[in-house]
Structures are given as structure tokens and as C-alpha cells.
Antibody, heavy 121, light 110 residues
Framework: ELQLVESGGGLVQPGGSLRLSCAASGFTFSSFAMTWVRQAPGKGLEWVSGISGSGGSTYYADSVKGRFSISRDNSKNTLYLQMNSLRAEDTAVYYC??????????????WGQGTLVTVSS | QSALTQPASVSGSPGQSITISCTGTSSDVGSYNLVSWYQQHPGKAPKLMIYEVSKRPSGVSDRFSGSKSGNTASLTISGLQAEDEADYYCCSYAGSSTVLFGGGTKLTVL
């Protein structure tokens, strides 16, 4: 059974950093592109970042470019999101999800349950 | 990277059909057949309901269908049931390996 389990969320001060992790199981992790999508409290979904199956190509929304960094360790079946220079507007539930292809030009398929990041002093 | 446009809310009675629209531009919805729809119940993760405009994942009821015309995609739910009450989001590939979501539509089953 395919499973995506996020961790690493929590309370952080503005300007601080946090690293999210997503442990994947039940599928051939390296064969699929992965993505992070966030949802601010009471708001809609916002695509944050994507990475190819090999990890060689990474992509970002303008709102996080230069502050966030996506990576993956295919030997550990784990996806990461390093978040720096955090702002109040980054407060959201962060979901890890897989694309149904090795590339990002595909469908966001299965989602984890999410991890809450709160940026506040 | 502006969000796709969806109505904030739609409603229907059990057994009826409803349609949710999703309007983008010629750079996203209009250019790619990579439109998908997600159902999200309160406090839960989104679930894929339709992909590549009109395909249904295994296990999704055939009461859900999708279509696209020009820059606008649509999700139709027929034979409304109480458990269909949820938020629905459209999503489109937007080129240059980026993805756009719609603002979401709250479906109320009266």
C-alpha cells in the first residue's frame, strides 16, 4: 500500500528555518517525481515545489523561490523541503505528494496527511 | 502564477447533478490535457478524483466526470450523495514544470 508520511512541522519564529521530511513506502520511489503542496488555514491549495524522480531537476513557485529547497534521497525513500527565511504567510499544512510520472509535467496523485508549519513570534 | 478560477460554492439536492468550472488561460488549462480534480473533506488530505481532464482513477465512482473546452475545465457529479459534500479543487500543469491549483469550491448537498 502506498504511504507518504510527513514530519518536521512545528512552530518557528519569523526568519527561522525548518526542514520537512516525507517518508515514502509501497512504490518505487525513484521512479516518480514528487511535490510539496501547502494549504494555509481555511484557504486553498498552493503548489510549492517539485522534483524529478532522479532528483536532478527541481522547480519552485515564485512565492518560495530562493528561500525553499527541495531534495530527495532515493536510497532512503525520503523527500525533503528545507525552508529558510520563513514568513508568517508560510504558515500552512504542508502536504507531500507524488506525481504519476518521473517528470513534474504529470498528475499529482497520492497525498500524505500533511504536517503543520506555524510561523509566529 | 495566478490561481485557476473556480466558483466559491455550489449546491445541489441528493440525486441531482452539479458542475464545477475551472477557468485558466491559454498557458495552462488551454495548453495541456493535464487537468485534475481533487476532493477534500474537512481535516483530510486531498484525494484525486479525475486526471488528464476526464480519466477516473481506480475506485472513483463513475458519477464523477470531467471535461474541458478551451481554457475552462469542468467537473460534473451526477446522482449527488451526502458523502459528496466536500471542497473540490482543480489543478493544471502550467508549463516550465510548474503546477497551478484553483481556489477551491465548497459543495453543499442540501
Amino acid at each position: 500500500e502506498l504511504q507518504l508520511v510527513e514530519s518536521g512541522g512545528g512552530l518557528v519564529q519569523p526568519g527561522g528555518s525548518l526542514r520537512l521530511s516525507c517518508a515514502a513506502s509501497g512504490f518505487t520511489f525513484s521512479s516518480f517525481a514528487m511535490t510539496w503542496v501547502r494549504q494555509a488555514p481555511g484557504k486553498g491549495l498552493e503548489w510549492v515545489s517539485g522534483i524529478s524522480g532522479s532528483g536532478g531537476s527541481t522547480y519552485y513557485a515564485d512565492s518560495v523561490k530562493g528561500r525553499f529547497s527541495i531534495s530527495r534521497d532515493n536510497s532512503k525513500n525520503t523527500l525533503y523541503l528545507q525552508m529558510n527565511s520563513l514568513r508568517a504567510e508560510d504558515t500552512a499544512v504542508y502536504y507531500c505528494a507524488n506525481f504519476n510520472s518521473e517528470v513534474v509535467a504529470a498528475t499529482v496523485d497520492y497525498w500524505g496527511q500533511g504536517t503543520l508549519v506555524t510561523v509566529s513570534s | 502564477q495566478s490561481a485557476l478560477t473556480q466558483p466559491a460554492s455550489v449546491s445541489g439536492s441528493p440525486g441531482q447533478s452539479i458542475t464545477i468550472s475551472c477557468t485558466g488561460t491559454s498557458s495552462d488549462v488551454g495548453s495541456y490535457n493535464l487537468v485534475s480534480w481533487y476532493q477534500q473533506h474537512p481535516g483530510k488530505a486531498p484525494k484525486l478524483m479525475i486526471y488528464e481532464v476526464s480519466k477516473r482513477p481506480s475506485g472513483v465512482s463513475d458519477r464523477f466526470s470531467g471535461s474541458k473546452s478551451g481554457n475552462t475545465a469542468s467537473l460534473t457529479i451526477s446522482g449527488l450523495q451526502a458523502e459528496d459534500e466536500a471542497d473540490y479543487y482543480c489543478c493544471s500543469y502550467a508549463g516550465s514544470s510548474t503546477v497551478l491549483f484553483g481556489g477551491g469550491t465548497k459543495l453543499t448537498v442540501l
